[in-house]
């Protein structure tokens, strides 16, 4: 590493941390959470394992954050589409749009970040149902109303079989079919 680089990190300290945060989210989507080293995701941001901790005390804390990350963006989708959507289902309506959205926009193999498996790790799950129980508490209508339920359902199912790679040309096609009917769920009777 040359002076300059070196010099560069540590103005930019954020940088640095996204960064780490970024690899991370790569290197679980290419090998899984499971296979995770904190030598794959140093050796990807371009820096050293000392230089990883100095910005997070452990493995743990840095694989948190790099979920919490992917979550935050994801609710930023989700609240960007709600943005002037009927009062009415506004929250699973963008859940199921934001769902459908990320699913379509694949265009290679674990191109988002996470996998199924990844998913169903117990420390991932539990921050994503303490995200959704938080956003279902400011929505409390949508929490109890089955056809808002089965249409989260919907997305959630139909992301849990494709998410992580590219969809062929029948799985698009059917995504948007599948988006369209949970839509209607989410519309009010």
């Not at 790099?66 to 943005?83: K, N, P, S």
């Not at 963008?94 to 790790?121: C, K, P, S, W």
Request: net charge negative; glycine share 6%; hydrophobic share 45%.
């Amino acid at each position: 590493m040359s002076a300059s680089t070196s010099r560069s990190r540590r103005k930019a300290p954020d940088s640095v941390r996204q960064s780490l945060l970024q690899a991370t989210i790569t290197v679980i989507g290419q090998h899984g959470l499971a296979a995770l080293t904190v030598q794959d995701v140093a050796r990807a941001a371009g820096v050293s394992k000392g230089a990883l901790f100095h910005h997070f005390s452990s493995k743990q804390a840095l694989v948190d954050e790099a979920i919490a990350t992917l979550i935050a963006d994801f609710e930023a989708q989700v609240r960007g589409l709600m943005e002037g959507s009927p009062r009415h289902g506004c929250f699973s309506r963008a859940y199921v749009r934001a769902n459908f959205d990320h699913l379509l926009q694949q265009e290679r193999d674990n191109d988002i970040g996470l996998t199924l498996g990844n998913m169903l790790e117990p420390a991932l799950l539990a921050q994503w149902g303490a995200w959704l129980r938080g956003m279902l508490a400011e929505f409390p209508d949508e929490a109890s109303d089955p056809r808002l339920y089965a249409a989260r359902c919907v997305a959630d199912g139909y992301w849990a079989t494709a998410y992580g790679r590219p969809l062929d040309e029948e799985e698009r096609l059917n995504a948007l079919a599948m988006a369209e009917q949970a839509l209607k769920l989410c519309d009010p009777q």
